[in-house]
């Protein structure tokens, strides 16, 4: 009797957890659909070049009768495809079926927020996309100390990279990444308000402080800028160094390394100056810590505010936003003393394979695929971005072919393709308290320097 | 079945065995999914690792030596407590009088309105608040309209409100679940005592005072340690909405812990601070828990 009862208690516990786990929460639910809908979704993509490839493959059975290789998927990851809806990346892959017929590229991507998390992760997890996305510099440095980058120093694409690309691909004298595209950033500025209050382009700083001036006195906001995204604080200072630190001292950050400089005793001090004088003479919109970045390009397409401090990546969502004003952009003029503007550029993003992968040779293949001029300027078209290769003609957006001459004068990469980690998330904090006035620039730099000791000990 | 410890009751010795297998299929998912990943990840803390490298380095104590001396340590606790504080105490009061407003059957329909937002993701949910707090924003533009210009404020962009602005929010989210369970309690109560009550002439607030509330104190233990446990590890509300900023003003311990093992890739001193922040939850749930079960009483 009792071992009966005791069954019977054994199936009702097992039924329980079974009715248990069938029943997730609400939250859960809602995941668990979304998943499912792409997954048809991509099923039913899969199933069409399935259909294709068939097609295709009686076709070369015809005509050659060697056999076929086993058909092979490849993972690739990348947080490139929140910018560009994922159909150019849909595009290349496509054209690299028709390349490989027996091969399938499955895309996934992230936000650019998340993605460097998920790919740590994954590749500590010992599951590593057979090709994915890394950050320019010293980012992926710790990814190829753990040896899960593969070398790709021997690839046909590298004798085309451009010299400030292959410095941010390189780490030990080995190149584990291949740049697809370069990034700059500038003053985005609306070209109609400019002619009506009779503005010219400005060279200098004073003149920028004087077209600010001009700007305010029509009622207009002089700037959008959008502190309460962390990352867009970054990017004054960003467009600032090229021309106060590293035109003069191209060294800099190896001095860094060395403990010979400081930020605290730097141009660093004067660039923070001068970016919360330009708050305090009423050049922001008010508010900016409670502002975000798309809140910034909303004031910008609605004509409230003229010019905006940021990478070519925004001029993608301005267009969307008001496709009938006319965008241009222009260097940030921090040449206090006079001299050559800098300006802000750098890689984007790299391409790396793993290391581990079972088909490291085609993952190079597909790599080297994107390095074709065609690809490359089927996607620098897309992304609105410049090459970081030689060779490649991409068409250009009016904006951003306006920065082209004055790249010629000399460019920086972005600050923390250099820096240490943890640096960058220091100072982006840093900025908002001082803008929120609960630190001092002293007290940021100095915290800077902290970081920057407490990542290299 | 002599063995068993002395303090369980002859009722609990009776049916010790069924508990224990009725828990089993649980505790198994428990400890393989949870408990498993804690304990091993707790010797970490004891180790220099960037995360991804194959190689820990063992430092001993160094970890929590510095996190004594760690000011964003500091402040991100300030905020953490400050923020379990308000929220157990609002989330806790505006629940139990929304339950107390909704005991009849004919407030169905509302019960059910209060249970929607905690069934809403945190995520949409978080996205909506900081569309309503912008500057330009619902919640401004509805101040402007009622003529009270004067109170608009940047609710998410000054670091003296940001933190009161997050917990408006959570209180919106959670306050339902609050009640829910609030209101299942109430409705618990034996209507004969209520009844006898009145008929002697016990007024509301004394029926409250000395019935309802003695009785209703199992769920009021539940939903304080609930709510607390819920706001001092909150995560995705603040994350979503302010990452923490603007500065370091609404920094929590659990964004402080993701900052410094995803943005820094100090994970063995994340995981340190994290550790930290299990022994105050633990000890202040079992003080809780301790303190408020002693008060219960049963009907």
């Given at each position: 009797m009792k071992t009966k009862a005791f069954l019977i208690f054994v199936v009702l516990a097992i039924a329980i957890t079974v009715a248990a786990c069938a029943q997730p929460t609400p939250e859960v639910v809602k995941e668990t659909v979304v998943v499912e809908v792409t997954k048809v979704v991509e099923k039913e993509i899969e199933v069409t070049k399935v259909v294709e490839k068939v097609v295709e493959k009686t076709v070369v059975v015809e005509a050659t009768p060697t056999p076929e290789p086993e058909p092979i998927t490849l993972e690739f990851y990348h947080w490139i495809g929140a910018d560009l809806g994922e159909t150019t990346i849909k595009q290349i892959n496509g054209l690299f079926n028709q390349l490989y017929p027996h091969v399938t590229v499955k895309f996934e991507t992230a936000d650019t927020g998340t993605y460097e998390q998920v790919i740590s992760t994954r590749l500590s997890a010992n599951d590593a996309p057979d090709i994915f996305g890394v950050f320019p510099g010293t980012k992926f440095h710790p990814k190829a100390d753990a040896g899960y980058l593969a070398d790709l120093s021997n690839e046909p694409w590298v004798a085309n990279m451009m010299p400030g690309s292959a410095k941010v691909a390189t780490y030990n004298g080995k190149i584990y990444g291949y740049p697809t595209d370069s990034n700059v950033i500038g003053v985005i500025y609306n070209k109609g308000i400019f002619e009506e209050l009779g503005l010219e382009v400005p060279k200098t700083w004073d003149d920028f402080l004087a077209v600010s001036e001009a700007i305010k006195g029509s009622g207009k906001i002089p700037m959008a800028l959008a502190l309460q995204s962390a990352w867009v604080t970054q990017l004054i200072p960003y467009a600032m160094a090229p021309t106060a630190i590293y035109r003069d001292m191209p060294d800099f950050d190896q001095k860094m390394y060395n403990g010979e400089v400081t930020f605290a005793e730097s141009p660093w001090q004067e660039m923070m100056e001068d970016y919360l004088a330009l708050n305090e003479a009423g050049y922001f919109n008010d508010n900016a810590l409670g502002v975000d970045y798309n809140a910034a390009l909303d004031m910008m397409a609605n004509g409230d505010a003229v010019m905006l401090v940021q990478g070519n990546w925004a001029v993608a969502g301005l267009r969307d936003r008001a496709p009938d004003i006319e965008w241009g952009m222009f260097p940030l003029p921090y040449n206090k003393n006079g001299g050559a503007i800098w300006v802000s550029a750098a890689v984007g993003a790299l391409l790396a394979a793993d290391a581990h992968s079972e088909y490291l040779d085609m993952a190079k293949k597909y790599i080297a695929f994107w390095a074709s001029p065609d690809v490359q300027e089927i996607y620098l078209t897309a992304k609105k971005a410049m090459p970081a290769n030689k060779g490649v003609n991409p068409v250009l957006d009016p904006a951003l072919a306006e920065m082209i001459e004055p790249m010629q004068a000399g460019t920086y990469p972005f600050?923390?393709?250099?820096w240490p980690s943890g640096v960058q998330a220091v100072m982006l904090q840093d900025i908002q308290s001082v803008f929120a006035g609960e630190m001092t620039v002293e007290e940021m730099l100095q915290e800077m320097d902290e970081a920057w000791a407490d990542a290299t000990e | 079945m002599s063995a068993l410890p002395p303090f369980l009751s002859k009722s609990a010795r009776r049916t010790l065995g069924y508990d224990i297998l009725f828990m089993l299929p649980a505790l198994l998912v428990f400890t393989i999914f949870f408990i498993y990943p804690v304990l091993t990840s707790f010797p970490l803390s004891l180790t220099k690792w960037n995360g991804i490298s194959p190689d820990y380095k063992f430092v001993g104590m160094r970890n929590f030596v510095r996190i004594l001396s760690d000011r964003h340590f500091w402040q991100a606790l300030e905020n953490t407590f400050q923020y379990a504080i308000l929220v157990t105490l609002l989330q806790n009061v505006i629940g139990l009088s929304l339950a107390l407003a909704v005991t009849s059957k004919a407030h169905r329909p509302v019960r059910t309105l209060f249970l929607v937002p905690p069934l809403l993701s945190s995520i949409a949910l978080g996205m909506i608040w900081s569309y309503m707090y912008r500057p330009d924003g619902a919640i401004n533009g509805l101040l402007t309209l009622a003529g009270l210009e004067n109170w608009t404020q940047n609710w998410l962009g000054d670091p003296n409100l940001a933190l009161y602005a997050l917990v408006v929010t959570n209180i919106w989210k959670w306050t339902g679940m609050s009640m829910i369970i609030y209101l299942a309690a109430i409705l618990a109560i034996p209507q004969e005592i209520q009844e006898a009550a009145s008929i002697d002439g016990v007024g509301v607030w004394q029926r409250f005072r000395h019935i309802t509330f003695p009785l209703i104190a199992p769920a009021f233990t539940i939903n304080i340690v609930l709510s607390m446990i819920g706001s001092l590890k909150v995560f995705d509300i603040i994350f979503i909405m302010t990452q923490g900023g603007p500065g370091r003003a609404t920094e929590s311990l659990t964004t402080y812990i993701f900052k410094r093992a995803f943005d820094a890739h100090k994970f063995g001193y994340a995981i340190a601070v994290a550790v930290v922040m299990f022994v105050i939850i633990m000890t202040l749930s079992l003080i809780q828990m301790r303190y408020l079960t002693r008060r219960e009483v049963r009907a």
């Open positions: 600050l923390d393709q250099n | -």
